[in-house]
């Protein structure tokens, strides 16, 4: 659209993305940042809490609120 970047920001894994496009990080940099903050993530979250996923309709999830 011809608007120059000046900056680039990210939040959270956001952060590496933004390494990466700006160019600060190589795409292998940043996927080894990303799979190593994950491992520390799960590793300090452990046993902490659980997630499940379930296939349900936007329509129906809406309906039990």
């Known amino acids: 659209w011809g608007i120059p970047v000046r900056a680039v920001i990210g939040h959270s894994m956001g952060e590496v993305a933004a390494g990466l496009v700006a160019g600060a990080l190589s795409l292998a940099e940043a996927c080894q940042v ?22 349900l309709p936007a329509a129906d999830l809406a309906a039990e609120g």
Not at 34 to 55: K, N, Q
Request: hydrophobic share 45%; charged share 25%.
């Open 34 to 55: 990303i799979c190593v903050r994950s491992r520390l993530v799960h590793e300090r979250a452990r046993g902490l809490g659980t997630m499940a996923a379930v296939r």
